[in-house]
């Protein structure tokens, strides 16, 4: 028997009182499943819902273009799926397939609508607790392609890891060459020309080369921090482009559908419309000439 912590923690049920917990933990029944067998299938009617209990799914939804199924999330122990076919009823949304042997636990929706007819003010509650998840819902989906990395990735930033950016940027401008050309010029001159004092870096300035050891030591380490961050940030790029582009499609799939529904939708309709139509001009007919409901009428000779 499912325990009433679990059932706690589902969104939908956790403002349940202890003892409708109770009653709705005895509405849960068994539902072996084992590897490679499908749960359920994308527009399949959904009338349960289902706990894993032990095993894994994927979940995944068809790519009409390339005959494939894009995985969108995997399932463990103490997840549950296809709570939203309790309410409203209507086809799975995505496709569940057993990864390997699984235990679940499966509430038909019909047990679960009886047990809210007998408490009104829990499916209130459940109501409110759903409304709250979709508004939540759109915040993410809204505020999913807006999402600037180089932002995510300055509030990341240490101190140490901007001086280094700083450093490195330096490194790598014009503005550096400039100064590094002018800095050998000039140490090569007091060195070699003894104009006033004696030259403290004699040729082959062997202190020189001391010093241009020493900064290319330090800043091979530096640019390379640099160019780890640059990667992080292409990969945490391309992982936001991934999931911005599977949410379009996605949508695209669903908008396709809802327009493939709509003209059917339209199309029953004038087909209705036009059978009433011709009733009544039927209807009209009969009215204006008797006969024509009994046939054609033989001629006689004269």
Not at 187 to 203: C, G, H, K, S, V
Not at 264 to 281: K, N, R
Request: charged residues 25%.
């Amino acid at each position: 028997m499912i325990s009433l912590e679990f059932l706690s923690k589902i969104p939908i049920f956790k403002s349940l009182s202890a003892s409708d917990l109770q009653v709705l933990a005895g509405l849960w029944r068994p539902h072996p499943l084992r590897q490679g067998e499908t749960l359920f299938r994308k527009g399949d009617t959904g009338t349960s819902m289902f706990i894993v209990e032990g095993g894994i799914i994927e979940i995944s939804v068809p790519d009409e273009h390339q005959k494939r199924d894009i995985r969108i999330s995997v399932l463990h122990e103490a997840d549950f799926l296809g709570e939203l076919s309790l309410i409203d009823g209507l086809p799975r949304t995505a496709t569940a397939i057993a990864v390997e042997d699984c235990r679940l636990l499966e509430m038909q929706r019909d047990d679960f609508l009886d047990f809210l007819l007998e408490r009104p003010a829990v499916a209130i509650s459940m109501v409110s607790e759903i409304g709250h998840r979709l508004r939540v819902t759109n915040e993410q989906v809204t505020s999913l392609a807006s999402r600037n990395v180089n932002e995510e990735i300055e509030e990341q930033l240490s101190f140490g890891d901007r001086v280094a950016d700083k450093m490195a940027k330096f490194g790598g401008s014009w503005g550096f060459l400039i100064f590094f050309a002018a800095f050998l010029i000039a140490w090569t001159a007091m060195n070699t020309l003894q104009i006033l004092i004696r030259p403290f870096d004699e040729y082959p300035f062997i202190f020189l080369n001391l010093m241009l050891s020493c900064v290319a030591a330090v800043q091979a380490p530096i640019i390379m921090m640099s160019q780890n961050r640059a990667q992080k940030k292409d990969r945490l790029r391309a992982e936001l482009d991934y999931q911005v582009n599977l949410k379009s499609e996605l949508m695209l799939q669903q908008l396709h559908a809802k327009m493939d529904e709509m003209r059917a939708t339209e199309l029953h309709m004038v087909v209705e419309t036009l059978q009433v139509e011709l009733a009544l001009i039927r209807r009209q007919l009969e009215e204006m000439n008797p006969t024509v409901s009994s046939g054609p009428v033989s001629g006689t000779n004269t």
